[in-house]
């Protein structure tokens, strides 16, 4: 029941939290701005998670992962709500109260599930709770681009915040059950913030993990933030077709996240399969880089598949690494502050992609940026792994 709960909240976080980029040709058309401002909305949001990731550890353990879920889609509704007015600063706005909430989900799933899964299952269980990333992404893909087609954009944020909103109605019955640790008595310090992260970092392995979040994650922004608008201001695909290849992607992202899982539990050292990871998604952004106009639609498609495949299906190897690294009674705060460096690469690659959007012209250097990084880690950690023998 956990396992299904935190998936599907992880689904809708991941659909309030997706939609903007989504359909943000659509926006940029309809309010007359620059497309690079989409880099700074998702930076914004990523200062905000920042904040969130970094200070959420006190708050899941005083008031219950369950509860601060809900906060976190109450926040994530209320930032879309917001954004639907079309003034800049209000987008400014929802931007960051959206991304405080969403940046909850991951810590509070995390700190749940990690108290009730099954030590040797743990990759496997946290990969099935994160394919809601994807299962969020591809519903994403379809739903926004079809509403913005019925209705407009204003009614597509209106229509995903609704549900962002049932989601928190739908979990309340669950809290009594799943908050059974919480401690009204837990202190709430910004020096459980200095904690967290200088305990992340005093360990060699934790803070691998905390380069391989700012990296991954920053790769992961450029493709569900971009992606879309460089199939169709880049390269000339209308917004449903853009959003049914970029559904299709994410879609294959849900098996590849199980298999992932079930191969870290079983067949392969996690820390060697991410760095694999790094490698192939750092390939599957060069290629997204010189994606053809000319190109048949099921080879930009086939691109994209292999992005998603990489970029955005690791997350529950390495969440899962991080809770058995984590202090006992501390999984929640740990992976908040590993998620931290995560909110940072989604806070500088949008950025450098919107300032190398601007100074060219064109989306091929963004991705090659994001490739680079990420073939960075994973060759270090192939070494690293290779020196050891294992």
Request: glycine share 12%; aromatic share 8%.
């Amino acid at each position: 029941l956990a396992l299904g709960a935190m998936t599907v909240q992880q689904s809708f976080a991941t659909l309030g939290r997706s939609t903007v980029p989504l359909i943000a040709a659509a926006i940029v058309v309809d309010l007359a701005v620059d497309p690079a401002l989409v880099g700074v909305y998702l930076a914004i949001g990523s200062v905000a998670g920042f904040i969130t990731t970094m200070g959420c550890g006190g708050f899941i353990l005083r008031y219950g992962a369950l509860r601060m879920t809900q906060v976190g889609m109450l926040g994530l509704g209320l930032g879309l709500a917001v954004t639907t007015m079309g003034w800049l600063p209000l987008f400014a706005l929802g931007a960051f109260v959206g991304g405080l909430g969403q940046a909850l989900s991951t810590p509070s799933s995390s700190h749940l599930l990690g108290r009730l899964s099954p030590r040797n299952l743990a990759p496997l269980m946290f990969s099935i709770k994160q394919t809601g990333v994807p299962a969020g992404l591809m519903l994403a893909g379809v739903l926004a681009p079809a509403l913005v087609v019925a209705g407009g954009w204003r009614l597509a944020l209106l229509v995903i915040a609704g549900l962002c909103l049932l989601t928190v109605a739908a979990l309340q019955p669950l809290r009594a059950r799943f908050d059974t640790d919480r401690n009204p008595d837990q202190p709430l310090s910004p020096a459980d913030i200095r904690a967290n992260v200088a305990s992340v970092l005093r360990d060699p392995a934790l803070r691998t993990l905390c380069v391989a979040m700012f990296s991954f994650v920053g790769l992961q922004s450029l493709f569900t933030g971009f992606f879309v608008l460089y199939l169709v201001r880049g390269l000339g695909y209308d917004l449903e077709r853009a959003g049914l290849v970029f559904a299709i992607a994410v879609a294959v992202a849900v098996p590849a996240r199980i298999g992932w899982g079930w191969l870290a539990s079983r067949l392969v050292k996690p820390a060697t399969l991410l760095a694999i990871l790094g490698i192939a998604m750092a390939g599957a952004a060069v290629l997204t880089a010189f994606i053809d106009p000319a190109w048949p639609t099921w080879a930009a498609t086939a691109i994209a598949v292999a992005f998603s495949v990489t970029a955005v299906s690791w997350h529950g190897v390495l969440l899962a690494e991080v809770a058995r690294l984590s202090p006992p009674g501390r999984i929640g705060a740990t992976t908040g502050a590993v998620l931290a460096f995560g909110d940072a690469g989604s806070l500088v690659l949008p950025l450098l992609f919107s300032a190398a959007l601007s100074l060219t012209g064109g989306y091929a250097s963004g991705f090659l940026i994001g490739g680079a990084l990420a073939l960075a880690v994973g060759v270090t950690g192939l070494w690293r792994r290779m020196n050891r023998g294992v």
